[in-house]
């Protein structure tokens, strides 16, 4: 055998798989609005269902896709529901299990304001679930009471029956103490709160109650506060100069392994106007505060727990029998869970703060653990419930696992500000009615003959009947005795004058005989009526036996019939409930589907509007490639005709070289020619040779520019030099290199409204409409040359800014001084000199375009 963990409480032993459960039964209450002006979110379908449907401002904040939702319980309660209907069909029979000897468990739960204390305590004439609880028990086991401190509490939670002496002393110290309530003589003494609590008109009685036995009523009363449990019925000792502050309780399990509130105050009371008292004792005590959202808010969980005792009498039907083995306690805990709260409505600080987040971690353990109940005996797990993670959880651990019934009363509040509260207490109310929870044990009935109280209540009427009829005393009544006595023969006078008086002794012995022998005749007869009555009752009694006998064979019948109609009444709800679950399954199902369907139908049209803009991509991607191609054959044909004027204009440099040579050799032969000609006579003058023409270059120009040329997009070539765009108005983006030097030359370029950068970035070109750049470079005489690549700056299709170069302007300085390196030629170089500067400078002008994207 397994040795147990430390603070762990023993396991109990398994119970038989095939053990009847019920669910637990859950109940809805709808609170009457505050206002006629106020939104409704919740609507009442049928007297099983109810519906929530979102404020009009939630749908407005959700895009109106918040849908209505339908929760089912074993009944709803609507705002018209009088406390009497609420009493008769959640708590009626709850009584009547606690008459006979079975736990039950009953409490009430949702947010904060809802109306839970409401429905367990009621107002002065609509007294609530508590308080018409009590007056029914104590109105079914009145007369039936056994006189105070017969049965006594033995601080584990268990009860023990004193004996008749033992009791007496024990009232005896109370009434000399005076700290027990003692039952109000009158109901004046009552708090006036509950003086008109339940009407006399609605009194219940339950008719089943075993007179056989004797009962008696403890109750205790206690709160969970921040997890701490506190007795709100003990008497501390009250010091003004230094307060103490309540002690708080632990749980303890006693040797049934039932949870119990160790040294917890128990008071016997013995009327409904005395139990009042003392919940009312506790109820002042109580820890209530001033929120937001409710006047009169309750920090704790309140527990009032009922225990009844009952025992039987011994076979004379006089005395209770003094075996505690014999002694029979059930409770009924009647619990008022202090409402769930957001701390965002109700502004809660400081220690209401502190209460809010217990209040609102006990109630998520208890999900959990129904949650957990739920899971292991849908899905066949044994997965360990936390109850020790919550007070109440752990306080109530016995009745999850079959110490009695379960139920409990959702309490709503219809208004639109607490939509998503109420929403959470119904998922958590649906849920909980899954839960199944085993069904309580019939106890053993004691082997005594049953009418023992009724039968020795009879014996005694009709012996008083038959005393008084005979004359005699009636329950020893002094009067009937001295008239018994008075019908005896009268004594004679008694006056002695002489020990010797032999006439007055004899006398009087002579009427005393007389006198014993009536009563002799007496004591026989009534030995004989004795004897005749029992007669009588035996056979009453055989009777009365067979009788019992035929009628207990009847009632197990009925019992077999009643467990047989159970059954299929069991069988019909289960099929009931698979029925809605299936219901609930399939509409889900279809929702499912019109969600998906609505799903298809906008992805469809989505594929159908990305395939039109994939269309409208791909004409635009054509045009933009017809475009481009255009744009490729402008570019081509201009870099043809820039490549073929090169060709023509490095021929034309070559034939002007041959001719310079040409004509220097021209000139050599002619010096010769002159050198012979002194010596032979005159020669005729040399022909100048011609230079050659540029017309069969423009001829060509002319042929081809006859033919038409496509559209370009580049802006036209300045061929001829101009005065610089620099000095306009426009706004310029001067982009000047840190590599440049700083030339010190008096001319230099000033632009105007110029933004300078040594790096260009977008932010720059963003303000801007044309650009500017500063190269410098070596010549090849030595000298420094700066070139103003200028061009215009215009936004692009992704977003960005682009430059297209549009001309170059080439800054030149040289020294005078220097000499030069261009070979001087006599009287015919002034042509060729000419011609080589006209094309460095058409050289210099023509046309650069790059384009870069930032």
């Not at 309140?302 to 005395?319: E, I, N, R, W, Y």
């Not at 440099?653 to 006579?681: P, R």
């Not at 409409?769 to 992704?798: C, M, P, W």
Request: hydrophobic share 30%; glycine share 6%; charged share 30%.
């Amino acid at each position: 055998m397994q040795r147990a963990g430390k603070g762990r409480t023993p396991r109990r032993p398994k119970k038989p798989s095939n053990i009847e459960k019920d669910p637990v039964g859950v109940y809805c209450r709808i609170r009457p609005l505050g206002g006629e002006d106020e939104e409704c979110c919740v609507e009442m379908i049928s007297s099983s269902t109810i519906q929530l449907h979102a404020p009009d401002g939630l749908k407005a904040n959700r895009n109106g896709e918040y849908k209505e939702t339908q929760y089912c319980f074993k009944k709803v309660f609507g705002i018209k529901t009088t406390q009497i209907e609420l009493f008769e069909d959640v708590a009626k029979t709850l009584i009547e299990d606690l008459i006979h000897c079975k736990n039950g468990l009953l409490f009430t739960y949702g947010v904060t304001g809802s109306g839970k204390t409401y429905t367990m305590t009621g107002s002065p004439g609509e007294g609530g679930l508590l308080p018409r609880s009590l007056d029914m028990l104590f109105n079914s086991i009145g007369p039936f009471q056994a006189k105070r401190f017969v049965f006594k509490p033995d601080e584990k939670n268990g009860i023990e029956v004193q004996n008749q002496l033992d009791a007496l002393l024990e009232r005896q110290k109370r009434d000399s103490q005076q700290s027990v309530p003692k039952t109000p003589s009158s109901r004046q003494r009552v708090d006036p709160e509950f003086t008109d609590m339940i009407n006399p008109d609605q009194a219940c009685k339950f008719e089943g109650v075993d007179e056989d036995c004797c009962y008696s009523v403890f109750v205790s009363y206690i709160e969970i506060y921040n997890n701490y449990i506190y007795d709100l019925l003990e008497d501390a000792p009250f010091d003004p100069i230094r307060p103490k502050p309540p002690q708080s309780k632990i749980l303890r399990e006693d040797q049934n392994h039932n949870m119990y509130v160790a040294g917890c105050t128990e008071v016997e009371v013995k009327s409904t106007e005395e139990a009042f008292d003392v919940f009312w004792k506790g109820q002042k005590k109580r820890r209530i505060a001033n929120t937001e959202l409710n006047r009169e808010s309750s920090r704790s969980h309140s527990v009032f727990t009922v225990k009844l005792a009952q025992a039987p009498l011994d076979a004379d039907g006089d005395h209770i029998l003094q075996d505690k083995s014999q002694v029979n306690v059930s409770q009924l805990c009647l619990v008022d869970l202090a409402g769930s709260e957001r701390t965002n409505r109700t502004r809660a600080e400081g220690s209401r703060l502190r209460e809010a987040g217990n209040i609102n971690q006990s109630l998520m353990t208890l999900r959990t653990c129904m949650e957990v109940l739920r899971e292991n005996q849908m899905c066949g797990t044994n997965r360990m419930v936390p109850y020790r993670d919550s007070k109440v959880t752990h306080l109530f651990k016995n009745y999850f696992d079959g110490e009695g019934k379960v139920r409990m009363v959702v309490c709503v509040n219809p208004k639109a500000e607490d939509y998503e509260e109420t929403l959470l207490v119904m998922r958590f109310a649906e849920m909980t009615q899954e839960v199944e929870v085993a069904r309580p044990v019939d106890r053993p009935i004691c082997g005594l003959t049953p009418g023992r109280r009724q039968r020795n209540q009879a014996f005694k009427d009709e012996l008083s009947r038959r005393l008084e009829e005979r004359g005699g005393p009636v329950n020893g009544d002094p009067v009937q005795l001295n008239q018994l006595i008075e019908s005896l023969p009268p004594l004679p006078p008694c006056e002695l004058s002489d020990p010797s008086d032999d006439q007055t002794l004899p006398r009087l012995m002579e009427v005393l005989e007389r006198r014993y022998r009536i009563r002799q005749k007496m004591t026989e007869q009534f030995n004989q009526t004795a004897n005749n009555m029992k007669f009588a009752l035996q056979q009453f009694e055989s009777q009365f036996s067979s009788k019992e006998n035929v009628l207990h064979d009847q009632r197990s019948k009925l019992g077999e019939k009643d467990k047989v109609i159970a059954n299929q009444r069991t069988e019909i709800e289960r099929l009931e409930k698979k029925s809605k679950t299936l219901e609930y399954k399939i509409d889900i199902l279809q929702k499912t589907t019109e969600m998906y369907e609505q799903d298809k139908r906008s992805l469809q049209q989505e594929l159908e509007s990305r395939e039109q803009r994939l269309q409208k991509e791909l004409a635009e991607r054509r045009r933009m490639e017809q475009r481009m191609q255009g744009v490729v054959t402008d570019t081509k044909l201009k870099w043809e005709r820039e490549c073929e004027r090169r060709v023509n204009a490095k021929q034309l440099e070559l034939q002007n070289k041959l001719w310079v040579k040409d004509e220097k050799l021209k000139q050599l032969k002619a010096i010769v020619t002159e050198n012979g000609g002194a010596s032979g006579g005159p020669a005729e003058p040399p022909r100048k040779p011609e230079r050659p023409s540029r017309e069969r270059d423009r001829n060509v120009a002319q042929k081809r520019s006859a033919s038409p040329t496509p559209l370009s997009t580049v802006p036209p070539v300045h061929p001829m030099h101009r005065r610089s765009h620099s000095a306009g108005g426009e706004k310029w983006v001067d982009h000047k290199p840190a590599s440049n030097l700083d030339l010190d030359t008096v001319m230099q370029p000033i632009i105007p409204n110029a933004i300078k950068v040594s790096t260009p970035n977008e932010k720059a070109l963003s303000k801007c409409h044309r650009y500017v750049l500063r190269h410098q470079e070596l010549a090849s005489d030595g000298e420094i040359e700066t070139k103003l690549i200028k061009g215009n700056v215009f936004k692009t299709r992704g977003g960005g800014q682009a430059v297209e170069f549009t001309d170059i302007e080439t800054l030149k300085q040289e020294d005078p001084t220097a000499p030069s390196r261009k070979r001087r030629s006599g009287s015919g170089e002034g042509p060729a000199q000419t011609d080589d500067i006209e094309n460095r400078v058409s050289s210099n002008k023509c046309l650069s375009l790059l384009i870069f994207v930032l």
